[in-house]
């Protein structure tokens, strides 16, 4: 048995949601081009979970569901309360919230088609509802009840700032968790199949795969990008950053990728809202310090930027915390998530690789007191 490390190349599934074919993303068939010009973020859901875009009825069913289930259980709200809140990541918040939500919720144990899809609409709506409650209550405010009026984009934004969004922001956000919704058998989305698999519930799958985005090799990324286009500051100080940290064989985040190699389909999408919208702000550097740094490492390297890098400057433009970034990734990837879960079950093996053994071989056991 020969091992291949990080699983690299290796088919793990059949899966019939997103695939990545000569680097180009679908979702079920469509290009994902396609659909961040044309759909809003409620479709995407509904296409990811039923393989098929809705009909005009069947969105609005959709939206309505999810508009009533975004309120919190108190239970969960208060706990926020206890945590300490000038040092926790919102991304391990997240994650307890998440496990939490299992436990308030009396179908969590119930496996069948019809309350697995319940649960679905429930943790969907919750997500935006949990990030947002915490910035608020982390900063001494009061979490803000959803709007049945707007939709999930908007009444995400609306929850975590206390006002309604314009259009263009509207329009970006839809945008970004369209991009972020699904991506074939990722680190997290693989988490969460391994743990449906052992016939595990629900909310231990997102908790698991909320556990596997917060690293800053996948979702944890789009954070340390923001950190490093601060630190930079100027895009005339971008070339002896990138150059120094590459010296000292760091990473840059935000580029390279396990699956492409000509590059990442969503970078590009972000880039042009990344413009757009740090013109808008009136904060053109973030932009003009990121594009530097893409001229200068890509000289460098051969790996082009990947979903995480241009979508920070984009996050900050939207006026989010930059420890929001990772838990906005999780809200709009719980779809995939989801979708990944409900075809898990659907078609479900028990998933249990092996390991190539490097360890000493054959030994006879040592009694405590001959022991050195
Ligand atoms: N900066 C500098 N060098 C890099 C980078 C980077 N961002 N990415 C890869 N390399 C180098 C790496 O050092 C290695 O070089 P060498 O062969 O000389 O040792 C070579 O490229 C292969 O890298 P690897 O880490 O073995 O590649 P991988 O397929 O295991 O990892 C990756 C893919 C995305 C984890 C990696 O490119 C990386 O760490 N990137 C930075 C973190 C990041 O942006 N993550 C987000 C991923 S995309 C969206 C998401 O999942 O959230």
Request: proline share 5%.
């Amino acid at each position: 048995m020969t091992a291949t490390r990080g699983l690299e190349g290796v088919v793990a599934t059949t899966s019939s949601i997103s695939s990545i074919i000569d680097d180009t993303l679908t979702y079920v068939g469509y290009n994902i081009d396609d659909l961040t010009e044309n759909a809003s973020f409620e479709e995407v859901i509904y296409l990811l979970w039923h393989l098929e875009l809705p009909t005009k009825e069947q969105l609005q069913e959709l939206k309505e569901q999810l508009a009533e289930n975004m309120e919190l259980p108190q239970e969960v709200l208060d706990s926020f309360k206890t945590y300490p809140l000038d040092k926790v990541h919102p991304m391990a918040v997240l994650r307890t919230a998440v496990s939490a939500l299992g436990i308030f919720d009396e179908d969590a144990e119930v496996m069948d088609k019809e309350a697995n899809y319940k649960k679905a609409i429930r943790l969907q709506a919750k997500m935006p509802a949990i990030v947002a409650a915490f910035a608020r209550i982390r900063n001494g405010l009061e979490p803000i009840a959803p709007r049945k009026d707007l939709g999930f984009a908007a009444n995400f934004m609306y929850m975590i700032k206390g006002e309604e969004p314009d259009e263009v922001e509207v329009e970006a956000m839809d945008k970004a968790l369209i991009l972020h919704a699904d991506h074939e058998l990722n680190a997290s989305t693989f988490t969460a199949r391994v743990c449906v698999a052992t016939l595990s519930d629900i909310y231990s799958g997102i908790t698991a795969a909320i556990g596997a985005l917060k690293g800053p090799l996948h979702g944890g990324a789009n954070e340390q990008v923001m950190k490093m286009l601060t630190e930079i500051g100027s895009a005339d100080n971008a070339e002896s950053y990138v150059k120094d940290k590459l010296e000292k064989k760091e990473k840059i985040m935000g580029f390279g990728h396990r699956v492409y190699r000509k590059g990442d389909p969503r970078a590009k999408h972000l880039k042009e809202m990344s413009k757009r919208l740090t013109e808008i702000t009136g904060e053109p550097e973030w932009y003009n310090i990121s594009i530097k740094v893409e001229e200068v490492f890509t000289s460098e390297k051969p790996l082009p930027p990947n979903v995480d890098f241009y979508s920070a400057s984009v996050y900050h433009s939207l006026g989010f915390d930059h420890d929001l970034f990772t838990p906005i990734f999780a809200v709009s990837r719980t779809s995939g998530w989801l979708a990944h879960i409900l075809e898990q079950y659907e078609n479900n093996r028990l998933i249990r690789p092996r390991a190539e053994y490097t360890g000493p071989g054959m030994r006879s056991y040592i009694p405590l007191d001959k022991r050195k």
